[in-house]
């Protein structure tokens, strides 16, 4: 995981341009071998030479088909979301409205405007700028953002050999309940019997009452797709408690 900035100026020297190139590919692709990416040498080029800033650089490493490859054709768009504000905002989503906002443009405007949403953000270039390389902003302690940051942060962390992986989302419960997401998987160890209820409004109005609060009991299997459903059909998780 990369933890410092790292920025590359016009006219840089030649190793320090390959440190940062590194680094963008380390971030962006989430820790993983080089020799498992089909690097681009034009891209490369293009940066070597100073014709594409920092940003630019992550911008078209974010966009490639290897990037579609690894972390959107192989998880759903909660997970796929999940990892780009790690890969390119260095910190896990704030909350639901974030993540829906993103899997709505996601499946509105596209994989190219999604990827394009981050990087050319305020706090993109409030953080990073145009040259520096992004990193695990809330690995730390971070003014501004909350302890949930951070506990959701080490909760993402593969370790320092490890790379992010496909599969099932690892904040979800947390970012929808609003709950420690160490909390949350050490339910999941210890209660596999156990039932949660899930209160959460639908946007549908349901006979004379609008956005009635309904409640769902479920088992801990059940738990991600019954939250999946819910947001699906537009609803709002309110918390989410052991039954």
Known sequence: MTTATLTCPANQDRSQADDVLRAAYRQVFGNRYLMELDVQPSIEALFMNGDLTVQGLVTALAQSETYRRLYLETNSPYRFVELNFKHLLGRPPRDQAEVS????????????????????????????????????????????????????????????????????????????????????GARKVVGGGERFTISWTSRLQLGSVRRSAQRSVVSYGSLSKTIQSIQAQGGRILFIANA
């Open 101 to 184: 906002e993103h899997v709505r443009r996601l499946a509105d405007q596209g994989f190219e405007a999604e990827i394009a949403s981050y990087i050319y953000s305020d706090e993109y270039l409030n953080n990073f700028g145009i040259d520096g390389v992004p990193f695990a902003r809330t690995a730390t302690s971070v003014v501004g953002e909350s302890t949930l940051a951070y506990q959701r942060t080490q909760a993402m962390d593969p370790g320092y050999a490890g790379f992010d992986t496909n599969g099932a989302s690892v904040l979800q419960t947390s970012v929808a309940s609003s709950t420690n997401p160490t909390a949350a």
